[in-house]
């Protein structure tokens, strides 16, 4: 799961220490320990989202004087950092969304109205049912992007097809939740899909998508706002139906690879932070699949009852709520829906492939009291026996795109088949003396040279669409 940190939208970020006389548009502007600019812009007041610690400027209004935001000084939880390696059981990967075409399943989202105008959402099933999913315009000018760089009519024509096929939008910074402002209006009637991925000490087992906010410097309360900033902006626009993936690689990496300082020092950490984003974006009605990893990792017989153990034990500590819809797999990585015969670097796992994953890790979360569904990334999935080992994720030569989205999964379990990872954006770079060097993106099954994860990867692009499977 690699993505880019470079926000579309530059807003002011949480932020100690501001030189600024007035914090910023979704700015913190007080807490414990707080020494920042406590004043807000015209129309923005300085908000409790999570007192003591944490105030935000938000629209709206607050009873709060800012006299008692910021004083006292305090420490929230720590983590440390090591070095290590990814091993085949226990890789991870991430990325892109969509879903379109009719089911039979379930339907989607309503609402009811009580107390005035409070708005209480209400779950009703299969999110995607019925709905047409919003194109995304960011995505839609980076393919733009792509076609200008071809003179090839034919390969042009192709990369254009590319554009109508729903992606998600990734939530990789603070700054980025003030795109939801655009984005949310715009997909007014439609469903807007969105990862969730801003968890403090992100991605613990790995460099490449390592993030902006850690535990030992108030991530938790930063990401607390974080959450809070997507959940109003949610409420803002409750004719769009918003279905997330909750934080890629978090809770898979607690199953595999707690040996990992890195992961131990975070793991109660990313256990609360994700029950907060859980409740408070059930709350505003907003659909939720956790991330599962894929078959490849949590699919081997030592994990998948630990990792079944986990989600469950997610699920009960978000309050059990219907928009805690399910889980999510193979984010960003290359593994079939369905294979013709296992590939060779699957030997020793019986689910080679993400529905014999499904099925396998489905019967065991309804024994435990979750009636969970799936969805299941195929954006890159076109090609398959292109890994010397199951682990390898990043930009894995001869790739390319695979099932286009559709609810009509022929699985009971799966609600949709996605694109949660845009393709042609990078996993990671190849460049061995970049600070977010990844062995994994300079390894023998990586297309090189890459840039920086989340950055445009013309060649790779070029190689998704005529590796396509189906072709376009």
């Known amino acids: 799961m690699k993505f880019a940190l470079t926000a579309a939208t530059v807003v002011a970020a949480f932020i100690s220490g501001a030189v600024a006389q007035t914090a910023g548009q979704w700015g913190q502007c007080g807490g414990n320990g707080y020494t920042g600019p406590t004043q807000c812009p015209s129309g923005w007041v300085c908000t409790p989202v999570s007192p003591p610690w944490y105030y935000q400027c938000l629209q709206g209004t607050s009873t709060t004087s800012s006299s008692s935001r910021s004083s006292s000084s305090s420490s929230r939880s720590s983590s440390s950092s090591s070095s290590s390696s990814r091993s085949t059981s226990s890789s991870s990967s991430t990325r892109s969304t969509s879903t379109s075409s009719s089911s039979t399943r379930s339907t ?22 019925g709905k047409t999913v919003w194109l995304s315009t960011y995505y839609a000018a980076e393919v733009d992007s792509a076609a200008d760089q071809v003179s090839d009519a034919t390969l042009k024509a192709k990369i254009l097809k590319v554009k109508e096929i729903p992606t998600f939008t990734w939530l990789d910074t603070i700054a980025k939740v003030a795109t939801l402002d655009d984005y949310l209006p715009a997909a007014s009637g439609k469903i807007f899909q969105l990862v969730v991925y801003d968890l403090p000490n992100r991605d613990c087992h790995a460099n490449a998508s390592n993030g902006e906010l ?18 109003a902006a949610v409420k803002r626009n409750p004719s ?8 890629p690689d978090s809770l898979a990496n607690l199953v595999t690879n707690l040996s990992d300082p890195r992961c131990s020092a975070a793991a109660d950490g990313y256990k609360s932070s994700t029950t907060y984003a859980l409740k408070t974006l059930a709350a505003a009605g907003v659909y939720m699949y956790m991330d599962a990893g894929h078959a490849g990792w949590l699919g081997w017989p030592a994990n998948i009852s630990p990792a079944a153990d986990l989600f469950v034990t997610m699920w009960t500590n978000g309050g059990k709520s219907p928009f805690i ?5 193979n984010v960003a990585n290359y593994n079939a829906l369905t294979a013709a015969s296992p590939d060779p670097a699957t030997q020793g796992n019986a689910n080679y492939d993400e529905t014999h994953y499904i099925n396998a890790l489905a019967p065991m979360l309804r024994t435990k009291g979750w009636n969970a569904q799936f969805i299941v990334d195929q954006g890159r999935s076109g090609v398959q026996n292109i ?8 930009n894995i030569k001869g790739a390319g795109f695979g099932l286009r989205p559709t609810t009509n999964t022929g699985n009971q379990y799966i609600d949709a088949i996605v694109w949660i990872k845009p393709g042609g954006e990078s996993d990671g770079t190849s460049n061995t003396s970049a600070t977010r060097y990844d062995t994994m993106c ?12 989340g950055q445009w990867f013309q060649a790779y692009f070029v190689d998704l669409v005529n590796n396509a499977n189906p072709a376009f």
Do not use: H, M
């Open 387 to 394: 890994r010397s080992a199951w682990g390898n994720w990043c």
């Open 108 to 129: 989607s989202t309503s609402t009811a109205t009580t107390s005035g105008s409070t708005v209480i959402p209400t779950a009703t099933g299969n999110p995607f049912s």
């Open 325 to 329: 819809r399910g889980l999510a797999t």
């Open 240 to 247: 769009t139906t918003v279905i997330a993936v909750i934080e």
């Open 214 to 231: 850690f535990f030992d410097q108030g991530g938790a309360a930063k990401y607390q706002g974080y959450i809070d900033g997507i959940a």
């Open 442 to 453: 300079g390894g023998p099954d990586a297309k090189i040279p890459a840039p920086e994860a």
